[in-house]
């Protein structure tokens, strides 16, 4: 538990949610995590007023985050609030609702994921089906389609598991982007994985603001290694994703809300 000293609880106790900032510069951030816009820094020793709290990032195992009455965050570890949880009030709960793929995008994972009607067990032992489908059992008995799948409910089920793609994405990017754009962020995040898009160079620099069909051409390249050596398969996926993104699109998918 962080240790508060006696100056900084009467501080506390005079101005009710007034912190200290422990940290010598201390970044204050449009959301609760690294990966957002630096709105402002904080010096050390000046107080702080918390507004709310709310979970995000860890930061050396502390993943409650401090929104000031600037309107930022900063990760509690470098406010002295006395406390490891919490000392003041959630942030509102209301979550963006995440946008889903359309068909073009579902299409172009869907092209990529490759197609098995019938349950197989994949190169890690799991029951597969479909566009890559991990089943709950052998029988895929969580499945609400038919086996074997036909090519139709087989998108079905996959535009179903992507949903969780497009909820981390929507979450962790602050740019406006359109529905082709977002598609081609889905489209890699499913092929990569959420963790690894949320500390990556791409969205760092979408969220600072740079043009989108740049920051994608220039950085969805990257992405086309595995064990060090470049794979065909993952070049041409990187291809497809930044040809979509650059198909003109009037339709905003992000920000969400």
């Known amino acids: 538990m962080k240790l508060v000293s006696i100056a900084a609880v009467a501080s506390a106790l005079a101005h009710a949610s007034a912190y200290l900032i422990t940290g010598d510069t201390v970044n204050c951030r449009a959301g ?7 709105k402002r820094t904080y010096s050390k020793g000046i107080d702080v007023t918390i507004t709310c709290q709310t979970p995000g990032t860890s930061v ?30 959630k942030c509102g709960t209301t979550a963006c609702v995440a946008p889903k793929s359309n068909q073009a995008t579902v299409d172009l994972i869907a092209e990529f994921e490759g197609f098995e009607p019938t349950i197989y067990t994949d190169a890690a032992g799991y029951p597969t089906v479909g566009y890559g489908h991990l089943c709950k059992d052998s029988t895929c008995s969580d499945l609400k389609y038919s086996i074997p799948l036909s090519q139709a409910d087989g998108k079905k089920l996959l535009a179903d598991d992507m949903t969780r793609f497009e909820r981390c ?45 740049t920051v994608l051409s220039e950085e969805l390249p990257r992405w086309v290694y595995a064990g060090g050596q470049v794979l065909p398969g993952l070049v041409r996926r990187r291809n497809a994703e930044i040809a979509l993104a650059r198909t003109p699109m009037d339709d905003t998918a992000l920000p969400a809300c």
């Open 60 to 89: 050396e195992g502390h993943s409650i985050w401090d929104k000031t009455s600037d309107g930022c965050y900063v990760s509690d570890l470098y406010v002295e609030t006395g406390s490891d949880g919490y000392v003041v009030g």
């Open 169 to 213: 994405i929507t979450a962790m990017t602050h740019a406006t982007v359109n529905l082709n754009q977002y598609g081609a962020l889905i489209s890699w995040s499913f092929n990569m994985g959420c963790g690894a898009a949320e500390t990556s160079s791409l969205i760092q620099r979408l969220n600072n603001g740079e043009d989108v069909d």
């Open 32 to 38: 609760p995590g690294t990966n957002y816009e630096v």
